[in-house]
């Protein structure tokens, strides 16, 4: 592999950069490996990587039905952040958080990761109630948490207004959040994964498993049969369809998510500010864009696109909080579909059939959880049994009722 | 966007309306017969199918009448919409050569 | 100042109204009908911008839509917007536009550094640097950002307000060119309702840039009699200055309306700046036309080259001809046009066409006009110099067209216009899911099937039909098939006029251009993409690193993401892909068209919905009172509730707490109408009740009222409140404010689709009662005193509900109580809820009565250990773990939720319970939300056993007291145990029941 770094780019500079290798190689798919990954998103390349960096597993292939990074990973508002209630969730999120620290450097891939700071404000006392108990157990999990008065969200974001419908009460600040650059967390894994002996193979869909005695022995795929001592599903947004493939069903609905971009401006924004209640979460990429996520559909659907209307409940909060984006221009808008479960956190785990692993569910927010999510079910699917981190997040939970439920613990009520 | 009939007020726009997941799931007569595998699977597990997908919706801003929905995941086309009680209907719906939503009769 | 690039005659400008206007603090003439771009070229103004990445000087490149160099910082102060096309921006008096993306001009940038150094800059450079250290990658980054952006976002609030409407119509028709203007005439005539947008503000599209004849006279004249006649029609709406931005399905659209903004901020009046159109249209036709497609040739970007059609246009509908001696550089026959009208307009003009033996009528008639024409040739290099071209060198090309031979020629110029072809605008199509096909004999890819929710039509050079005759006979009978299948059986398509037109002959399929060095391998750069700076260098770097999917390719060249979404470059990046992988086009595939075809103004999709109208406030019916008697307000879900009500001098604590005194020593008040109410009636009314509630509810009589836990089906509390028999089979239920709609809508799923067959109806009447609550010791007093009644325990036992006049005015009285003391909740139509809140406290006066706030609601009820659901309760929490086990019926049979309890997970011990926590210091008030650590360690992490819910200072029991969910509470109770606040510091608390006030009702 060549290194990245200031010098190979001077080198390559003299002649016009023509000796740049591939990134990741394109080989035909072997008859066997003792790893397949069906998914080659973040998550799953990331599985690939640490399959062969950490668990000395390199007969390993991911398998993508499109191009790498196509799905979700390439879809995001690319916020990182590890600022959630529940322990269970606090555990694997900031597991990610520590990777993705030094994730570049890792890699040898500049994935951008900026911990420009990421505010989520208050806008009524039920909201203040809420992050004050999420400030309090992030910081009791020993994960960077500070709260904010409106005059201190005022100096970070000076053009926010404060006194909009629903006015800004305070805000909790994850100093350590922020941004990564989304393309380039796939393909910083795939260039590393392969560079460990990791097949990455495109264009090529799973149709079906082989299944003996329960078993998974292999997967089925538009480029024929791949055996595969074991199994591990990352599909976000096709993960009941895989799973209805191996004959069980999942507790995850399949919705459309939106997002957009404004034209690129000079630098304005330079921290993330989420908001909850207003629905308005924005932050301002290198480029210059300011990447605002919308809302999602309440239908299941695989079509990657959502309904205006979103756009409209998306655009109208912004506004209202930022009154200075008013002649801001929509660049660009996109759906993607995320999987989301009742309790909005993921589920990663084995499943009914022997050797074969999911993880999916990771709603509206798998794209911080990239590194983390790769690491524990890398290591999961090594040792045939979960990793601590990943333990609490057993597709079982649904069945005794010990959800990790960090949808309801912000739901709104009285 | 969706153009959806109401079989009581007939097409409206998506906005109207609410989705309420998938339909034709009953709730067990007796629960406390079932094993705790299949009550988690009546209150969280669903099909949620790449394809043909019957589901609730209700008119929420019109009728506020719940009905049922034959929609294609893939294509979002809507095939059918039923009122509660009524069977499932099946492909391929060729009353006299349209569907009863959103393409027109030719 | 002269104008000295404007003709002396024709064109679409209205000469006898001149503007003045602004560019970079630079006064300049031009006239109404003119583009900001088109008024430039008019005043020699050629350096407009500086490009994304390396800074390098850019002009104006085309006069429309596609534009990816132009792009202007408009106005300024609040009115500013960045990014505006100048070739899209309609000139008005007093116009100020700057460039922008430069420092500290736009002829002498300092960002030009990037230039020199772009070598070390290709495609994805930064994915491979800036990684050490590691420490100063943020550092870096500053720098990155400060150089990436465009224009500037304006700093004050939006000046203008912006407006939005929905549409129906029968048939929607995308474009006004020959095209889109025949479709919408066959249409109107048949009284169908049709709307046709075009995004310029004069219908026609490319006829007012050419100089075609319909029938016997210019095209023009039957443009103007076809929109005339349109005018006329009553069920046609005509909508110029409307960019059709987005098809969603089931054919619905937005569309664009610059209402005003041609007449600039200061002109606008009361006007709208821009309209929202959401459309949903029966069918729609596809009318949008094409783009040309650039040739890609060594320094292709510099300021004096634009398209050929572009060039058409300035000198036909603009009046502008933009260079004095013009060299045309085209694979077609198209761009023949653009010569002849240049050189019929003044310019010397020489052509160099890429084919080996361009022939046919129109390269006779550049031949015959004394053009001379460079064969099989090649512009290799441009010399650029003091904003401008100054000349090309021009080589021939060898066999294959890879690459050139022989010796350069040096040709004089000041204008390079390109053409490559034309490309159909096919966003729309995409974006609405239509398959595109790739035509091998045109080079293009054009609409295919339809997706099945978007029924319509595609006409005229969208799909790449190219002949004005079949663009007018298209565009008629796909109008008139539209209206057919919406119903109106009279169609047929209006008469297709006789357009004659020169032939044109095949194009040379060759898009890159070689020069002396290899492409990519030398100084002089191919831009494939002129807004993001993307080379033809770097797509081949991208391929030899295996970015070779459409997607990749886009996203690690960044080609295709400007503001332009690259209109003019998507396609000849394919083709260099393509190239590249030995494959066709199509194999390569397209990348997905999103939307908006055009940027959308946020303000535009805003609308009135902003301010005073972004989310609704409801207000109860005393709210007017409120505001009088200094109440400041909680936003409580949609509703504004009084929060406290200060006296003077008073801060929030103090009001409180003279709240919460009052109200236990004498008699408090407060507006209770915001629960949810709802009317329950119906045979099987019981039967709901007893299966969305927990306990019994059988034995409840007429007058008599029971408080209920409601569950989802896991088993957690969800909502609460009493429900009221009122007679036989009717029943009065209340929820919790935010729950209201939450609830009615349960119910209503549970009866619709799962008990269809009980006969039961549910209203929600929460806004039809005001509530007033009354509550302490001298309630009872106080109600007395305007209702002739008996209110004593026996007369009105605890847990009813009696209807009698209250000040004469009719009432539902409740005897119920959130307080723990006697209290009395005055439902009355509310209408008369004012009335009724005044006349109580007018009489409340001789009682010393206190009104207050939802602060001191809370604090009376957790003195009594009474919880809030969705405050004590988060969705993960049964009536058990609350301590309610009393509530949950053991012999009622089944109800939502119960199966739940007997899980796992549900029915272990040890699960998070609910008690009350005391702090050693009675005057510490734990913050709501932290947590109870066990042990208490010198810093995080710490094992969290729960947190706290709420919490206050209560005046009646003296003392700080707080609820708390933890882990395995009711056994703790008696424990003393740690909270471990966010400043580092903590506080001992006991854990001990959560009623803190013993005694009465």
């Given at each position: 592999m060549n290194r990245y770094s200031i010098f190979s780019l001077l080198r390559n500079a003299v002649n016009y950069h023509q000796d740049w290798q591939r990134a990741w190689r394109s080989p035909d798919p072997k008859r066997e490996y003792d790893v397949v990954i069906v998914g080659g998103g973040g998550h799953g390349l990331a599985t690939a990587y640490y399959l062969a960096k950490e668990c000395g597993v390199t007969n390993v292939a991911v398998i993508e039905k499109g191009w790498i990074g196509g799905g979700n990973t390439g879809r995001n508002t690319t916020i990182v952040r590890s600022n959630y209630l529940y322990d269970e969730s606090a555990g694997i999120y900031e597991h990610a958080l520590k990777l993705w620290e030094g994730l570049s450097q890792e890699l040898n891939y500049n994935v951008m990761f900026s911990p420009r700071g990421l505010l989520h404000l208050a806008h009524s006392v039920h909201d203040m109630q809420e992050i004050g108990r999420r400030g309090s157990a992030i910081r009791l999990n020993g994960i960077d948490s500070e709260f904010l008065s409106p005059a201190q969200v005022k100096e970070m974001v000076p053009f926010i207004n404060l006194d909009c419908r629903y006015p800004v009460m305070g805000a909790l600040l994850q100093r350590r959040g922020g941004t990564a650059r989304h393309d380039a967390v796939a393909w910083g894994y795939a260039r590393a994964a392969d560079d460990l002996g990791v097949d990455i193979i495109q264009n090529c869909e799973v149709t079906g498993f082989r299944i003996e005695d329960n078993v998974v022995t292999g997967v089925d795929t538009s480029r024929g049969m791949i055996g595969a001592k074991k199994v591990g599903c990352v599909v976000a947004g096709h993960c009941s369809v895989l799973a209805s493939m191996a004959g069980f069903r999942l507790p995850v609905e399949s919705v459309p998510l939106q997002a957009l971009v404004s034209e690129p401006i000079k630098p304005v924004l330079d921290c993330v500010v989420m908001s909850g209640s207003v629905h308005a979460y924005i932050s301002q990429s290198d480029k210059g864009e300011l990447v605002i996520g919308a809302g999602s559909d309440l239908y299941n659907s695989y079509s990657q696109r959502g309904s205006f209307d979103v756009i409209e409940e998306t655009v109208g909060p912004v506004v209202e909080l930022y009154p200075i984006f008013s002649r801001m221009k929509m660049l660009r808008q996109w759906g993607g579909i995320v999987d989301v479960t009742v309790d909005r956190s993921p589920i990663l785990g084995t499943t009914p059939v022997k050797n074969l692993f999911f993880n999916c569910g990771w709603g509206t927010g798998g794209f911080k959880a990239t590194p983390g999510s790769g690491h524990v079910f890398a290591h999961s699917i090594a040792r045939g049994e979960m990793h601590p981190v990943a333990e609490p997040f057993s597709i079982n939970r649904f069945n005794t009722g010990a959800l990790i439920d960090e949808g309801a613990a912000a739901a709104v009520a009285h | 966007m969706l153009l959806i009939e109401?079989?009581?007020?007939?097409q409206r726009d998506q906005t109207e309306f609410h989705p309420h997941g998938e339909a034709h799931i009953a709730r067990p007569e007796d629960p406390d017969a079932l094993d705790e595998a299949a009550w988690g699977d009546y209150v969280f597990f669903r099909k949620n199918p790449k394809g043909l997908h019957y589901e609730r919706w209700v008119h929420s801003h019109g009728c506020r009448r719940w009905f049922n929905v034959m929609r294609d995941t893939v294509t979002d086309h809507i095939h059918a919409s039923y009122k509660p009680g009524d069977p499932k209907p099946e492909l391929p719906i060729t009353a006299d050569g349209g569907d009863t939503t959103g393409t027109p009769k030719t | 100042m002269s104008q000295p690039y404007r003709l002396d005659t024709g064109g679409r400008i209205n000469r006898a109204k001149p503007l003045r206007f602004w560019y970079d603090n630079q006064g300049y003439d031009g006239f109404e009908g003119d583009t900001l771009a088109s008024a430039l070229l008019a005043n020699g103004v050629f350096l407009v911008g500086r490009s994304f990445k390396y800074h390098r000087p850019r002009g104006v490149y085309s006069a429309g839509a596609e534009e990816p160099n132009a792009l202007v910082q408009l106005e300024t102060g609040a009115a500013t917007e960045p990014n505006r096309r100048a070739t899209e921006v309609e000139l008005y008096g007093e116009l100020n536009a700057a460039s922008q993306n430069c420092w500290p001009s736009v002829k002498y940038d300092l960002g030009v550094v990037n230039s020199w150094f772009s070598r070390l800059l290709p495609a994805g450079f930064y994915y491979k640097t800036f990684m050490w250290p590691a420490s100063l990658w943020t550092t870096y980054e500053k720098f990155i950002r400060r150089a990436a952006g465009l224009g500037r976002s304006p700093m004050e609030p939006d000046p203008d307000h912006y407006d939005k409407t929905h549409a129906h119509c029968d048939v929607l028709v995308v474009g006004g060119g020959p095209a889109g203007l025949q479709a919408a005439l066959s249409a109107g005539r048949t009284g169908a309702r049709v709307i046709l947008a075009d995004d310029k503000p004069e219908f026609g599209g490319a006829l007012l840039s050419g100089r075609d004849v319909i029938g016997d006279a210019p095209a023009t004249e039957w443009v103007e009699a076809t929109v005339a006649e349109l005018q006329g029609m009553r069920e046609v709406t005509l909508l110029p200055r409307t960019t059709v931005t987005g098809y969603y399905d089931y054919n619905f659209l937005v569309a664009n309306e610059r209402v005003s903004e041609h007449l600039g901020p200061r002109g606008r009046?009361?006007?709208?700046k821009e309209r929202l159109w959401k459309i949903r249209a029966k069918q729609v036709v596809l009318a949008t036309g094409a783009i040309e497609r650039p040739l890609v040739f060594a320094d292709n970007d510099r300021p004096g080259i634009m398209l050929a059609g572009a060039l058409r246009s300035y000198v036909n509908r603009y009046a502008v001809l933009p260079g004095r001696r013009i060299v045309v550089l085209t694979n077609n026959d198209s761009a023949y046009l653009a010569a002849l009208d240049a050189k019929d307009a003044g310019a010397a003009v020489e052509i160099v066409d890429t084919r080996t033996a361009p022939a046919g009528e129109l390269v006779d008639r550049a031949r015959s006009a004394g053009i001379p024409v460079h064969e099989n040739s090649a512009i290799t290099g441009v010399n650029y110099r003091g904003g401008r071209v100054r000349g090309v060198e021009v080589m021939q090309l060898d066999s294959d067209g890879r690459g050139v031979r022989g010796v350069g020629d040096k040709l004089n110029c000041d204008l390079v216009a390109v053409s490559g072809g034309w490309t159909p605008t096919v966003h729309l199509f995409s974006q609405a899911k239509g398959k595109l096909r790739y035509l091998d004999d045109e080079h293009c890819f054009v609409p295919g099937e339809r997706a099945i929710n978007n029924r319509g039509f595609e006409v005229g050079a969208c799909r790449a039909s190219w002949s004005l005759e079949t663009c007018l006979r298209e565009g008629a009978e796909a109008g008139a098939a539209a209206a057919l299948v919406t119903g109106f059986d009279r169609a047929e398509p209006a008469p297709s006029p006789a357009a004659p037109e020169p032939a044109q002959g095949p194009l040379r399929p060759l898009w890159i251009l070689p020069t002396v060095h290899p492409v990519g391998r030398g100084p002089r750069k191919h831009f494939h993409e002129l807004h993001n700076d993307s080379t033809v260098g770097d797509i081949e770097l991208a391929a030899r690193e295996g970015f070779v999917s459409v997607e990749h390719l886009k996203r690690y060249?960044?080609?295709?993401?400007g503001t332009d979404q690259g209109k003019t470059s998507n396609i000849n990046a394919l083709s260099v892909m393509a190239d590249l992988q030995g494959a066709a086009i199509p194999a390569v595939g397209t990348t997905t068209f999103r939307p908006p075809y055009t940027p959308l103004t946020f303000g535009s999709i805003v609308g009135h919905d902003r301010r005073e109208l972004f989310l609704q406030k409801r207000k109860t019916a005393m709210h007017p009172w409120h505001e009088k008697h200094g109440a400041v307000f909680e936003d409580v879900g949609d509703w504004k509730r009084p929060y406290y009500f200060p006296r003077a001098g008073e801060t929030m604590h103090d009001a409180v707490q003279r709240e919460c005194l009052a109200a236990r020593t004498g008699v408090g008040m407060i507006d209770a109408s915001t629960l949810g109410k709802i009317d329950i009636r119906g045979r099987d009314a019981l039967k709901l009740l007893n299966m969305v509630y927990t306990n019994a509810w059988d034995s409840l009589k007429p007058g008599r009222c029971r408080y209920g836990l409601m569950l989802n089906e896991h088993g957690m509390v969800f909502d609460d409140g009493v429900t009221t028999c009122l007679g036989e089979n009717h029943y009065h239920m209340t929820t919790t404010t935010g729950g209201a709609a939450r609830v009615m809508n349960w119910l209503e799923e549970w009866l619709q689709t799962e008990w269809p067959h009980w006969e039961v109806y549910c209203t929600s009447v929460t806004e039809q009662w005001a509530v007033t609550t009354i509550t302490g010791p001298r309630a009872r007093d106080l109600l007395a005193s305007l209702a002739d009644q008996p209110l004593d325990d026996d007369a009105f036992p605890f847990m009813s509900m009696q209807e009698f006049p209250v000040a004469g005015i009719p009432a539902r009285v409740f005897r119920i109580s959130f307080t723990g003391d006697t209290a009395f909740e005055i439902n009355v139509k509310a209408r008369y809820g004012l009335a009724l809140w005044e006349a109580l406290a007018e009489a409340g006066k001789a009682f010393d009565l206190c009104p207050y706030g939802t602060e001191t609601m809370h604090v009376l009820r957790a003195e009594k250990g009474f919880i809030i659901a969705g405050q004590d309760t988060d969705g993960t929490v049964t009536p058990m773990d609350l301590g309610m086990d009393w509530i949950v019926s053991k012999k009622k049979g089944d109800f939502i939720g119960r199966r739940s309890f007997a899980r796992t997970d549900t029915a272990r011990e040890g699960r998070k319970q609910l008690v009350g926590l005391l702090t050693e210091d009675p005057a510490f008030v734990l913050p709501e939300g932290s947590h109870v650590v066990e042990p208490l360690r010198e810093k995080p992490p710490m094992n969290m056993l729960g947190h706290v819910t709420s919490s206050y200072l209560s005046p009646n029991a003296g003392r700080s007291i707080a609820m708390a969910l933890i882990r395995d509470g009711f056994k703790r109770k008696g424990q003393t145990l740690d909270v471990s606040l966010m400043d580092g510091s903590s506080q001992r608390v006991t854990v001990t029941d959560p009623v803190f006030l013993r005694g009465e009702k």
């Amino acid at each position: 592999m060549n290194r990245y770094s200031i010098f190979s780019l001077l080198r390559n500079a003299v002649n016009y950069h023509q000796d740049w290798q591939r990134a990741w190689r394109s080989p035909d798919p072997k008859r066997e490996y003792d790893v397949v990954i069906v998914g080659g998103g973040g998550h799953g390349l990331a599985t690939a990587y640490y399959l062969a960096k950490e668990c000395g597993v390199t007969n390993v292939a991911v398998i993508e039905k499109g191009w790498i990074g196509g799905g979700n990973t390439g879809r995001n508002t690319t916020i990182v952040r590890s600022n959630y209630l529940y322990d269970e969730s606090a555990g694997i999120y900031e597991h990610a958080l520590k990777l993705w620290e030094g994730l570049s450097q890792e890699l040898n891939y500049n994935v951008m990761f900026s911990p420009r700071g990421l505010l989520h404000l208050a806008h009524s006392v039920h909201d203040m109630q809420e992050i004050g108990r999420r400030g309090s157990a992030i910081r009791l999990n020993g994960i960077d948490s500070e709260f904010l008065s409106p005059a201190q969200v005022k100096e970070m974001v000076p053009f926010i207004n404060l006194d909009c419908r629903y006015p800004v009460m305070g805000a909790l600040l994850q100093r350590r959040g922020g941004t990564a650059r989304h393309d380039a967390v796939a393909w910083g894994y795939a260039r590393a994964a392969d560079d460990l002996g990791v097949d990455i193979i495109q264009n090529c869909e799973v149709t079906g498993f082989r299944i003996e005695d329960n078993v998974v022995t292999g997967v089925d795929t538009s480029r024929g049969m791949i055996g595969a001592k074991k199994v591990g599903c990352v599909v976000a947004g096709h993960c009941s369809v895989l799973a209805s493939m191996a004959g069980f069903r999942l507790p995850v609905e399949s919705v459309p998510l939106q997002a957009l971009v404004s034209e690129p401006i000079k630098p304005v924004l330079d921290c993330v500010v989420m908001s909850g209640s207003v629905h308005a979460y924005i932050s301002q990429s290198d480029k210059g864009e300011l990447v605002i996520g919308a809302g999602s559909d309440l239908y299941n659907s695989y079509s990657q696109r959502g309904s205006f209307d979103v756009i409209e409940e998306t655009v109208g909060p912004v506004v209202e909080l930022y009154p200075i984006f008013s002649r801001m221009k929509m660049l660009r808008q996109w759906g993607g579909i995320v999987d989301v479960t009742v309790d909005r956190s993921p589920i990663l785990g084995t499943t009914p059939v022997k050797n074969l692993f999911f993880n999916c569910g990771w709603g509206t927010g798998g794209f911080k959880a990239t590194p983390g999510s790769g690491h524990v079910f890398a290591h999961s699917i090594a040792r045939g049994e979960m990793h601590p981190v990943a333990e609490p997040f057993s597709i079982n939970r649904f069945n005794t009722g010990a959800l990790i439920d960090e949808g309801a613990a912000a739901a709104v009520a009285h | 966007m969706l153009l959806i009939e109401c079989p009581w007020c007939g097409q409206r726009d998506q906005t109207e309306f609410h989705p309420h997941g998938e339909a034709h799931i009953a709730r067990p007569e007796d629960p406390d017969a079932l094993d705790e595998a299949a009550w988690g699977d009546y209150v969280f597990f669903r099909k949620n199918p790449k394809g043909l997908h019957y589901e609730r919706w209700v008119h929420s801003h019109g009728c506020r009448r719940w009905f049922n929905v034959m929609r294609d995941t893939v294509t979002d086309h809507i095939h059918a919409s039923y009122k509660p009680g009524d069977p499932k209907p099946e492909l391929p719906i060729t009353a006299d050569g349209g569907d009863t939503t959103g393409t027109p009769k030719t | 100042m002269s104008q000295p690039y404007r003709l002396d005659t024709g064109g679409r400008i209205n000469r006898a109204k001149p503007l003045r206007f602004w560019y970079d603090n630079q006064g300049y003439d031009g006239f109404e009908g003119d583009t900001l771009a088109s008024a430039l070229l008019a005043n020699g103004v050629f350096l407009v911008g500086r490009s994304f990445k390396y800074h390098r000087p850019r002009g104006v490149y085309s006069a429309g839509a596609e534009e990816p160099n132009a792009l202007v910082q408009l106005e300024t102060g609040a009115a500013t917007e960045p990014n505006r096309r100048a070739t899209e921006v309609e000139l008005y008096g007093e116009l100020n536009a700057a460039s922008q993306n430069c420092w500290p001009s736009v002829k002498y940038d300092l960002g030009v550094v990037n230039s020199w150094f772009s070598r070390l800059l290709p495609a994805g450079f930064y994915y491979k640097t800036f990684m050490w250290p590691a420490s100063l990658w943020t550092t870096y980054e500053k720098f990155i950002r400060r150089a990436a952006g465009l224009g500037r976002s304006p700093m004050e609030p939006d000046p203008d307000h912006y407006d939005k409407t929905h549409a129906h119509c029968d048939v929607l028709v995308v474009g006004g060119g020959p095209a889109g203007l025949q479709a919408a005439l066959s249409a109107g005539r048949t009284g169908a309702r049709v709307i046709l947008a075009d995004d310029k503000p004069e219908f026609g599209g490319a006829l007012l840039s050419g100089r075609d004849v319909i029938g016997d006279a210019p095209a023009t004249e039957w443009v103007e009699a076809t929109v005339a006649e349109l005018q006329g029609m009553r069920e046609v709406t005509l909508l110029p200055r409307t960019t059709v931005t987005g098809y969603y399905d089931y054919n619905f659209l937005v569309a664009n309306e610059r209402v005003s903004e041609h007449l600039g901020p200061r002109g606008r009046g009361e006007a709208p700046k821009e309209r929202l159109w959401k459309i949903r249209a029966k069918q729609v036709v596809l009318a949008t036309g094409a783009i040309e497609r650039p040739l890609v040739f060594a320094d292709n970007d510099r300021p004096g080259i634009m398209l050929a059609g572009a060039l058409r246009s300035y000198v036909n509908r603009y009046a502008v001809l933009p260079g004095r001696r013009i060299v045309v550089l085209t694979n077609n026959d198209s761009a023949y046009l653009a010569a002849l009208d240049a050189k019929d307009a003044g310019a010397a003009v020489e052509i160099v066409d890429t084919r080996t033996a361009p022939a046919g009528e129109l390269v006779d008639r550049a031949r015959s006009a004394g053009i001379p024409v460079h064969e099989n040739s090649a512009i290799t290099g441009v010399n650029y110099r003091g904003g401008r071209v100054r000349g090309v060198e021009v080589m021939q090309l060898d066999s294959d067209g890879r690459g050139v031979r022989g010796v350069g020629d040096k040709l004089n110029c000041d204008l390079v216009a390109v053409s490559g072809g034309w490309t159909p605008t096919v966003h729309l199509f995409s974006q609405a899911k239509g398959k595109l096909r790739y035509l091998d004999d045109e080079h293009c890819f054009v609409p295919g099937e339809r997706a099945i929710n978007n029924r319509g039509f595609e006409v005229g050079a969208c799909r790449a039909s190219w002949s004005l005759e079949t663009c007018l006979r298209e565009g008629a009978e796909a109008g008139a098939a539209a209206a057919l299948v919406t119903g109106f059986d009279r169609a047929e398509p209006a008469p297709s006029p006789a357009a004659p037109e020169p032939a044109q002959g095949p194009l040379r399929p060759l898009w890159i251009l070689p020069t002396v060095h290899p492409v990519g391998r030398g100084p002089r750069k191919h831009f494939h993409e002129l807004h993001n700076d993307s080379t033809v260098g770097d797509i081949e770097l991208a391929a030899r690193e295996g970015f070779v999917s459409v997607e990749h390719l886009k996203r690690y060249t960044t080609t295709g993401m400007g503001t332009d979404q690259g209109k003019t470059s998507n396609i000849n990046a394919l083709s260099v892909m393509a190239d590249l992988q030995g494959a066709a086009i199509p194999a390569v595939g397209t990348t997905t068209f999103r939307p908006p075809y055009t940027p959308l103004t946020f303000g535009s999709i805003v609308g009135h919905d902003r301010r005073e109208l972004f989310l609704q406030k409801r207000k109860t019916a005393m709210h007017p009172w409120h505001e009088k008697h200094g109440a400041v307000f909680e936003d409580v879900g949609d509703w504004k509730r009084p929060y406290y009500f200060p006296r003077a001098g008073e801060t929030m604590h103090d009001a409180v707490q003279r709240e919460c005194l009052a109200a236990r020593t004498g008699v408090g008040m407060i507006d209770a109408s915001t629960l949810g109410k709802i009317d329950i009636r119906g045979r099987d009314a019981l039967k709901l009740l007893n299966m969305v509630y927990t306990n019994a509810w059988d034995s409840l009589k007429p007058g008599r009222c029971r408080y209920g836990l409601m569950l989802n089906e896991h088993g957690m509390v969800f909502d609460d409140g009493v429900t009221t028999c009122l007679g036989e089979n009717h029943y009065h239920m209340t929820t919790t404010t935010g729950g209201a709609a939450r609830v009615m809508n349960w119910l209503e799923e549970w009866l619709q689709t799962e008990w269809p067959h009980w006969e039961v109806y549910c209203t929600s009447v929460t806004e039809q009662w005001a509530v007033t609550t009354i509550t302490g010791p001298r309630a009872r007093d106080l109600l007395a005193s305007l209702a002739d009644q008996p209110l004593d325990d026996d007369a009105f036992p605890f847990m009813s509900m009696q209807e009698f006049p209250v000040a004469g005015i009719p009432a539902r009285v409740f005897r119920i109580s959130f307080t723990g003391d006697t209290a009395f909740e005055i439902n009355v139509k509310a209408r008369y809820g004012l009335a009724l809140w005044e006349a109580l406290a007018e009489a409340g006066k001789a009682f010393d009565l206190c009104p207050y706030g939802t602060e001191t609601m809370h604090v009376l009820r957790a003195e009594k250990g009474f919880i809030i659901a969705g405050q004590d309760t988060d969705g993960t929490v049964t009536p058990m773990d609350l301590g309610m086990d009393w509530i949950v019926s053991k012999k009622k049979g089944d109800f939502i939720g119960r199966r739940s309890f007997a899980r796992t997970d549900t029915a272990r011990e040890g699960r998070k319970q609910l008690v009350g926590l005391l702090t050693e210091d009675p005057a510490f008030v734990l913050p709501e939300g932290s947590h109870v650590v066990e042990p208490l360690r010198e810093k995080p992490p710490m094992n969290m056993l729960g947190h706290v819910t709420s919490s206050y200072l209560s005046p009646n029991a003296g003392r700080s007291i707080a609820m708390a969910l933890i882990r395995d509470g009711f056994k703790r109770k008696g424990q003393t145990l740690d909270v471990s606040l966010m400043d580092g510091s903590s506080q001992r608390v006991t854990v001990t029941d959560p009623v803190f006030l013993r005694g009465e009702k």
